[in-house]
């Protein structure tokens, strides 16, 4: 019988609340585990595949650890197309399967990584490219790209607001971005992009509300 931890990553909330993207990988972990597996946890992350910060997949490497498990995930590009991030998470003493190749080994797994990177690169590249030729033939570039961040931008003030009869008082109080920041993640509130507070992003909100225009910091006791 061989224990795993099901490690699960989608790039935004809309995909995690909808299941899109999450539906298709945990279809390919379920045909994956045998009769005599065993599953002993699922750890969903949203999070852009392009960033290393990925605080639930340490999360569910701590619990594989601490249960003599090993990290279950469906495809190697949903989880990352970076050879470093897949080599850091394999040194970390706790094995990796992929549920689409299952009988690859450590070596077999950096080779489809720096195939995905590369693959990558090229569609970047290939991209800029074309956003260059366009832009020679007179094509106005970014022009959606303006108003998705109005969009965006008119959303992360709406959220703010929406949280002021939270933050407020605790503004108030003189609590530093960090403990606001822990408050809002116990409380199961999420930021804009459905994440986890940091002092950072809890400045930010700080900053869209009406009393925010008074930096926090500079309130006697305040720290970041």
């Not at 997949?57 to 190697?76: H, M, S, Y």
């Not at 900053?207 to 720290?223: D, H, Q, W």
């Amino acid at each position: 019988m061989t224990r795993y931890i099901a490690y699960y990553r989608v790039s935004t909330a809309a995909q995690g609340r909808s299941g899109l993207g999450l539906a298709a990988q945990k279809s390919l972990v379920d045909a994956f585990i045998g009769d005599n597996d065993q599953v002993l946890g699922d750890y969903v992350e949203v999070q852009s595949g392009k960033s290393d910060t990925r605080d639930v997949l340490w999360q569910a490497i701590a619990a594989a650890k601490r249960l003599g498990a090993k990290v279950l995930i469906a495809k190697l590009d949903r989880f990352s197309r970076k050879v470093s991030f897949i080599a850091g998470i394999m040194e970390q003493g706790v094995g990796l399967v992929v549920a689409d190749m299952p009988h690859a080994s450590d070596f077999q797994l950096h080779i489809f990584a720096a195939l995905a990177q590369e693959e990558r690169r090229m569609i970047s590249e290939r991209t800029r490219l074309a956003l260059a030729e366009a832009k020679k033939r007179g094509v106005r570039l970014g022009a959606n790209a303006s108003v998705l961040a109005t969009k965006h931008r008119q959303q992360a003030i709406d959220h703010a607001h929406s949280l002021a009869s939270v933050v407020q008082p605790l503004v108030d109080e003189g609590r530093s971005y960090s403990a606001i920041a822990r408050h809002l993640n116990t409380l199961g509130i999420p930021t804009t992009k459905g994440g986890r507070f940091y002092a950072e992003t809890v400045k930010n909100v700080v900053r869209r509300l009406p009393f925010g225009e008074t930096p926090l910091c500079s309130r006697k006791g305040l720290e970041m």
